[in-house]
């Protein structure tokens, strides 16, 4: 019998466009679509996208949150600031401080339950503040390469060209409200976009059709390697 898994909302569009599709870490994930080279190229050059909703993400929301993640060992970030934690003796994740009250956390798909019960336990009675394994509620489409930033600008309403890199913001995105992340990338920009589950195939379907004149890609796992230096959902893409 063969191992369930779970698919993202944007699953039936990866077919539309013959993606090439294997099963990792419980999800049904995007190795590649029909060219490669052009995967690549679009990340270098112009807008690549991919489905990234196997990211792990848990939020922790209460005033106590940064007391939570400083225990944890966590670098915490001000509002609107994200911070990496990449140790020898830690899950390597990725703090997004979306309010001085709420936090996000991503890490890669393989650590998501440690990481979650890490977080679980570091909650003592007396915090006021309550950990909950989001991955499954939002979707996630990473965009990288030099043109997402002014795709972006045409999607939303965001001063995107304000936001540096590791800042994050919540807006509007193609008229789904949505949490932006920056990051570095090789290749440039990088950005994170996080929607409710219920709007994934509809905000990643416009954003390729507003794409279209960046010459924007899908691009999945193997391409990811190239343009970020690192597995397909390690925290570094987010």
């Not at 929301?61 to 670098?75: A, N, P």
């Amino acid at each position: 019998m063969s191992e369930p898994y779970r698919l993202t909302p944007m699953h039936h569009s990866h077919l539309e466009h013959r993606a090439r599709m294997s099963v990792r870490d419980g999800w049904m994930q995007v190795l590649n679509y029909e060219d490669p080279e052009a995967e690549i190229n679009a990340g270098r050059y112009a807008v690549g996208i991919q489905d990234a909703t196997p990211l792990s993400k848990i939020d922790i929301q209460g005033k106590d949150c940064g007391t939570i993640l400083r225990d944890l060992g966590f670098e915490v970030p001000e509002p609107g600031r994200c911070a990496p934690l990449i140790h020898e003796h830690s899950i390597p994740s990725y703090v997004a401080r979306i309010t001085s009250d709420r936090c996000m956390v991503f890490t890669s798909p393989e650590k998501r339950e440690q990481l979650y019960q890490r977080l679980l336990e570091a909650t003592r009675p007396g915090h006021c503040a309550h950990v909950t394994d989001v991955t499954s509620v939002y979707a996630a489409v990473h965009l990288i390469g030099p043109e997402t930033t002014q795709l972006l600008k045409e999607l939303g309403t965001a001063p995107v060209d304000n936001i540096g890199v590791n800042g994050c913001v919540q807006t509007p995105t193609c008229r789904v409200w949505s949490l932006l992340i920056r990051r570095q990338a090789l290749q440039g920009s990088a950005w994170l976009v996080l929607v409710s589950r219920d709007y994934g195939a509809y905000v990643w379907d416009s954003i390729i059709a507003a794409g279209r004149k960046h010459q924007i890609q899908p691009f999945g796992a193997s391409a990811a390697k190239v343009l970020t230096g690192m597995g397909a959902f390690d925290v570094a893409i987010v």
